[in-house]
């Protein structure tokens, strides 16, 4: 394995290192519902992708509370 004959010092370091950037998720309106979904994908709320129902979305039951 190859070594560095001299230390490289920290600015060089950061240089190589400038594009190791996060990226921001770009987000997109559903045409149907409304909510926010990754692009070219089916929505989670919904269910539908390119303007048709693809998935079938399951709607969880609130509980009422006892006394």
């Known amino acids: 394995m ?5 230390k490289h010092s920290v ?3 950061r240089k190589r290192r400038t594009h190791w ?15 926010l979904k ?3 994908r089916v929505c989670l709320a919904c ?3 390119d303007g048709r129902q693809v998935m079938e979305i ?7 509370k006892s006394r």
Request: proline fraction near 11%; include cysteine; aromatic fraction near 6%.
């Open 2 to 6: 190859a070594l560095p004959k001299r």
């Open 11 to 13: 600015t060089r370091g």
């Open 21 to 35: 950037k996060v990226k921001v998720t770009s987000l997109i309106p559903c045409p149907q519902c409304k909510e």
């Open 38 to 40: 990754l692009p070219h």
């Open 47 to 49: 269910g539908y992708y």
């Open 58 to 64: 399951k709607v969880k039951a609130k509980k009422k």
